[in-house]
């Protein structure tokens, strides 16, 4: 079927069920065809454009996947075969180096992130190595690592508590329940990966994912305190405020094992704080303290499993200091993960937490190391990277695993080149696992406390971090400060939940009530150096859009321009207002509650006797009070056009042009015989343009009898369909520009003189307006500035549609048509000497 018979079965659909094609579109305009020297638009240089609206079928084919959809989705799938092909023996070096310093620091706090988990050491192992070990397969990022963290393993170590207390019989075996939520989340987190709305994680704020960070790594750390001091006799998993007090209240308790935590964590910083100072110092030699000071763990865990070798060599069997104990060589808690439904249950409120933690670490680290980095990654392929690493790592006995900030930090410093330096670590930690349970045997619970602490510690947000915070956006360290306190005097969990909904409450809120601001307009020029833009030598004076143009600023200077400066109102009787932050159904009743309630403080009714008896007037708008005479307030204008700024909004919907809708019928009524004249400028959104014309905007109002056009004096925004720009053109712009201030002045002297010369110079400057604007057509195609003369000449467009005259491209161009409106119609009587020109 064709375009036309389509229109026609359409359009007779629509007189069946009364369907009303141009509803609220008094002019019918929507389709007409506008043409040159017609009175819609009369200079013959310019071409007509009517914009075509966009179709529903058009929207449809926006969002509707086609085969070539699937095909990216699934060329995008696997990342690694866009650069595998060009592997070379350069970035096998810097892999290599890369993966296996990763790989020494992650043996020692893989195992220690396991006991945080409340599971065997080896299991923190095994997660590690299927985490490195699959990740590149999806990867977008070269330098996140893959593992136990210790914010997680906390989280896991906290669902294995909750659901042991709901089914004890898996006390024996929290790994199963490990495994359980590893393969729950990692599903999960896929699924949404898959469908590709990794857009989600940005709704977790920069503050949010601070405060969790900071209440997480004091949680972890004051946790960890009776490890390291050998204390025991209450449980170090309560509210981090409860484990600080039963620390002071069990201090004499404190047992040999504090000996080796302390001087290990005391060790651990002084290593570092030497390398840093001996980098700074000698920076030649940077690359060798980095590597110094990244092996520091995996020196110091060798160091104390010597010396506790020593300490315990003879009491093998009643340690003097609490040790791992046997670590079983190879996989041996391979299998398939235990899923089912009782399972499911008893951790299913704590799923949602689990998901955050995985998804905040390593989105927000990899976003951070892509900059860093200078590429970028895609949120919803790692999400697919994440998600499949949690599901396929519990076959080996993997718990929940997420980016590590701190092995992330190193990898990239060590200079990783691509994700593939992953499967380094991977055999390196394959080797741990197979070559080193017997050295693990002696390594103390207190040393690996201690690498704990040190490792949290970068996480916690530092006070300068803060004050920046501060002087950016104070309400975000007050959601900051709240979600660190909530988590030491809950959980991580509820601190998690506190900051984001907070941070998303917080975000409705500025949405709500998002506050518009009425503009005015200023004249401004150009200063550079010592002459103002425009000025006789000064730098662009032979370019006249350079030397004075107009801005519009708020009225009431709340934007912090100078208060000095006079911001003048727009004309009496028109109104301008600029939208600050969208315009939809939570926000719209706000804005136009405070843009009418100014309206009708600044502005007049146009018929102060249009109730002429008081039966007839509102309850709601009484008026004078019985025999007294109703006020004129001559000094105030009455309401003649309103121009909104849609800069800032890119879509509407329903709720708001109704709120629209309303508004102006409203204000027809308080104008009443007159109407209101609607422009609507810097509308950047094409379905946007065609919402507001659905609703009749765009369109000049019907006044009477009289056709809208015949009481529509248009003003249109042209822009050179090519022509000459040189200096010539410039020249000749400045000479007919001194002409016409000449004509100008000549004409405003015989006004003065008075008489009927003067009237006759009026009535034909008149006529010439109104004409088909030959005069200027002649003088445009003889005019260099405009490629006439001996060049070829220059031809011009309308920038948006003729059919929707009331639609602007810019706040000038609407306060131009505005004001010459007024005008035309002998409204502006009242603002005498205000006009087009000083527009």
């Known amino acids: 079927m064709s375009s036309r018979a389509a229109a026609k079965v359409g359009h007779g659909l629509a007189k069946v069920l009364g369907i009303k094609l141009q509803y609220r579109n008094p002019t019918g305009a929507g389709q007409v065809d506008l043409t040159r020297g017609e009175s819609a638009y009369s200079v013959s240089t310019a071409d007509t454009f009517v914009e075509q609206e966009p179709t529903s079928l058009e929207w449809i084919s926006q969002i509707a996947p086609t085969p070539r959809t699937f095909t990216n989705w699934a060329y995008h799938l696997f990342p690694f075969t866009h650069w595998i092909g060009r592997y070379n023996a350069s970035w096998l070096v810097g892999d290599l180096i890369a993966g296996i310093t990763v790989g020494a620091v992650v043996v020692p706090q893989s195992m220690a992130y396991a006991k945080l988990a409340l599971l065997p050491v080896q299991f923190g192992l095994y997660s590690s190595f299927m985490g490195v070990l699959i990740y590149w397969f999806f990867a977008t990022s070269k330098d996140i690592t893959i593992g136990p963290v210790a914010v997680m393993s906390t989280v896991t170590g906290t669902v294995v508590t909750e659901v042991i207390k709901v089914l004890p019989e898996y006390k024996d075996h929290p790994n199963i329940i490990a495994s359980a939520l590893a393969v729950i989340a990692g599903a999960v987190i896929c699924f949404i990966g898959l469908i590709r709305c990794g857009w989600i994680v940005d709704f977790i704020s920069l503050s949010a994912i601070s405060a969790y960070m900071t209440g997480s790594a004091l949680n972890i750390a004051v946790g960890q305190v009776p490890a390291l001091m050998g204390i025991t006799g209450f449980s170090n998993r309560d509210a981090t405020y409860k484990v600080f007090i039963h620390i002071l209240q069990h201090l004499g308790r404190t047992k040999l094992d504090a000996a080796l935590g302390l001087t290990a964590l005391t060790m651990l910083y002084m290593i570092r704080s030497v390398c840093n100072y001996g980098a700074r110092k000698m920076p030649h030699r940077a690359k060798t303290f980095f590597f110094i000071s990244t092996l520091r763990t995996a020196f110091v865990i060798l160091l104390y499993t010597l010396i506790s070798w020593l300490m315990n060599r003879h009491h093998r069997k009643k340690p003097l200091i609490a040790i791992l104990g046997a670590v079983p060589r190879g996989f041996k808690n391979a299998a398939v993960p235990t899923i089912n439904k009782k399972l499911i249950k008893a951790f299913a409120n704590q799923l949602p937490a689990s998901i955050i933690v995985i998804l905040i670490e390593h989105i927000a680290i990899a976003k951070s190391f892509g900059r860093i980095n200078n590429y970028t990654i895609d949120p919803s392929q790692e999400m697919v990277a994440i998600g499949v690493s949690n599901l396929l790592g519990p076959f080996l006995g993997a718990y929940p695993a997420t980016g590590s900030f701190s092995r992330t930090a190193i990898k990239a410093k060590a200079g990783v080149r691509t994700p593939l330096a992953g499967v380094i670590t991977a055999l390196v930690v394959l080797l741990a696992i197979y070559a080193l349970p017997a050295v693990f045997f002696y390594i103390s619970n207190a040393s690996l406390s201690a690498v704990i602490i040190h490792a949290v510690g970068d996480l916690i947000t530092p006070p300068n971090t803060i004050y920046q915070f501060w002087r950016i956006s104070p309400l975000e360290v007050i959601i900051f400060f709240a979600g660190v306190i909530v988590t030491v005097f809950a959980s991580i969990e509820d601190g998690i ?84 932050e969208g315009f939809n159904y939570p926000n719209a009743n706000h804005y136009l509650d405070d843009m009418v309630a100014t309206i009708f403080k600044e502005t007049r009714r146009t018929n102060p006797a249009q109730y002429p008896r008081l039966g007839d007037r509102p309850w709601n708008d009484p008026g004078p009070r019985r025999g007294q005479p109703i006020p004129i307030q001559p000094d105030k204008p009455t309401l003649k056009a309103i121009i909104l700024d849609f800069s800032s909004v890119n879509n509407v919907d329903i709720t708001s042009v109704q709120h629209l809708i309303d508004v102006r019928n409203q204000l027809d009524r308080y104008a009443s015989p007159d109407t209101v004249d609607w422009h609507l400028a810097c509308i950047n959104n094409r379905w946007t343009k065609r919402a507001l014309a659905s609703a009749g905007f765009g369109f000049p109002t019907p006044q009477g009898d009289a056709p809208a056009f015949e009481r529509w004096k248009p003003v249109f925004s042209v822009a050179e369909i090519g022509g000459q720009n040189s200096a010539a053109a410039a020249a000749e712009y400045d000479v007919n520009e001194k002409a016409l201030r000449r004509q100008r002045t000549e004409e405003a002297r015989s006004r003065s003189i008075g008489g009927d010369k003067a009237d006759a110079i009026a009535r034909g400057l008149d006529t010439a307006s109104s004409t088909s604007g030959s005069d200027l057509a002649l003088q445009l195609e003889n005019s260099k500035a405009y490629g006439g003369g001996k060049g070829p000449r220059a031809r011009v467009a309308a920038v948006h549609g003729l059919n929707k005259p009331l639609f602007h491209v810019d706040l000038t161009s609407a306060l131009q048509s505005a004001v010459a409106n007024v005008e035309m119609r002998g409204d502006g009587a009242v603002a005498k000497g205000v006009g087009t020109e000083g527009v």
Request: glycine share 10%; aromatic share 10%.
């Open 497 to 580: 939940y506190t900051t984001i909904c907070v941070s998303v409450a917080v975000l409705l809120f500025r949405v709500v009530k998002a506050k518009g601001r009425f503009i005015g307009k200023v004249k401004i020029h150009s200063v550079i150096g010592d002459h103002m833009d425009g000025q006789s030598g000064s730098f662009g004076s032979n370019d006249p859009d350079k030397s004075t143009r107009n801005l519009f600023l708020p009225i009431s200077h709340n934007d912090g321009s100078n208060p000095e400066v006079d911001v003048e109102s727009p004309y009496p009787g028109i109104f301008m207002y600029r939208f600050s």
